[in-house]
């Protein structure tokens, strides 16, 4: 079989994890189908592969031929046509001559100069980093523009041409510019993240824990609520990986907090009572922005337990392992990961170690003492 996409196979529990180097897609399949495409993959023929079946299974020969070749159609034919993206061109771009607002943002000892053409696009991005705003100055290290041209959003990163985005794409221009600053913060290459997930990252400042849950599931409060119990906020919603040490590195965005948990979280944070409301329409809701407690932006940890939380009213405390390949299909598709082989291989080493759990909860002294308690 002639096929130029890497494949690697990570069996985990009773299934295995494939990824596929051509759309860089993760899969999970039962372990004789991974065995098969393994086999296919290493060059042996198919009617090798067929007649060890059809005697093992003791099925026809034919039917088990067919069974691989309609396998072959599944994973490595069909599955990588994709339309063409439309490349916006560097040179063919204006770029504009005057920003209407220019916003100075301090992240420890780095500055960066983020230049917005208008408010619409001053809102994509600056909410969630408003309580890093510093004096203007002549000196700052790092330059970000962004402005819309022809239905698209642009941006540039020291005077680099980075990409730009149609309106129904934000969320992807949102994620690049989150992409493009924590590169700056942390001295790496886009190359050097294992991943960034849609989690947040809370850390007792030994090691960190990851939080994932459905967005009205809570997430975001609980991690108000953690914060202001001792804990501190290493990331929420964009939580970077490194490929080098696994470990979870800071972010310095703001959390999201949802009108409905404000009863819950203003006897904890009284000033969220005069936050700016944002309503942000793609994603139907509206939020106030509660700055991190993090202190310090260079910070990362090692992390070894990953957490679905979920409030639900009544429900007191429950706590549950949960498997790993059900974790690892909900971690996944909000993900940003690595497409580089050697990155992948650490990707599923790295899963492979966490522990996984599950915690719904409606008592938050409760919530509270079981993170304690993960945390040991």
């Known amino acids: 079989m002639k096929n130029t996409s890497e494949i690697l196979f990570k069996p985990i529990e009773d299934k295995t994890i494939v990824w596929f180097s051509t759309n860089n897609e993760y899969v ?53 046509a994709e339309d063409i993206p439309q490349i916006t061109h560097p040179n063919t771009i204006k770029k504009p001559t005057s920003y209407e607002f220019v916003d100075y943002y301090l992240i420890n ?9 208008s408010a619409r696009e001053r809102e994509l991005i600056h909410p969630k980093f408003a309580h890093l705003v510093t004096e203007p100055s002549e000196k700052f290290d790092h330059e970000f523009e962004v402005f819309i041209e022809n239905k ?18 934000v969320h992807y221009f949102q994620g690049k510019f989150s992409m493009e600053l924590i590169q700056k913060m942390h001295q790496k290459e886009e190359k050097d993240w294992l991943g960034v997930f849609h ?22 409060t609980s991690l108000a609520i953690l914060q202001a119990n001792g804990f501190t906020c290493l990331a929420d919603d964009f939580v970077p990986v490194s490929a080098k040490n696994c470990e979870v590195y800071s972010f310095p965005a703001a959390i999201s907090i949802k009108r409905n948990s404000l009863p819950t979280l203003l006897p904890l944070y009284p000033t969220l009572a005069t936050a700016t409301e944002y309503d942000l329409t793609r994603l139907n ?36 392992s949960i498997s790993k390949i059900d974790a690892f299909q909900q971690l996944v598709p909000d993900s940003w990961l690595s497409p580089i082989k050697e990155n992948a291989a650490i990707f599923l080493d790295w899963f492979e170690s966490l522990n996984c759990y599950q915690i719904t909860y409606s008592d938050n002294e409760k919530m509270i003492g079981k993170v304690r308690e993960l945390f040991g």
Do not use: M
């Open 109 to 117: 000892e780095i500055v960066c100069k983020v230049s917005f053409l």
């Open 152 to 169: 698209k959003v642009h941006l540039f990163v020291n005077q680099q041409f980075i990409d730009a985005w149609y309106n129904q794409e």
């Open 28 to 80: 999970v399949v039962e372990n004789e189908t991974a065995a098969i495409l393994e086999k296919r993959q290493s060059g042996i023929s198919v009617k090798e592969i067929a007649s060890e079946i059809a005697e093992k299974l003791e099925v026809p020969f034919e039917n088990a031929r067919e069974f691989i070749l309609e396998l072959e159609t599944h994973f490595f034919k069909g599955k990588y």
């Open 199 to 220: 989690a947040s990252a809370v850390s007792n400042g030994k090691k960190s824990i990851l939080f994932l849950g459905d967005s009205g599931n809570g997430k975001s």
């Open 285 to 320: 809701k509206i939020v106030r922005y509660l700055p991190p407690n993090n202190t310090d932006f260079t910070a990362h940890l090692p992390c070894k337990e990953l957490i679905f939380i979920k409030y639900e009213k009544d429900s007191g405390l429950q706590v549950s």
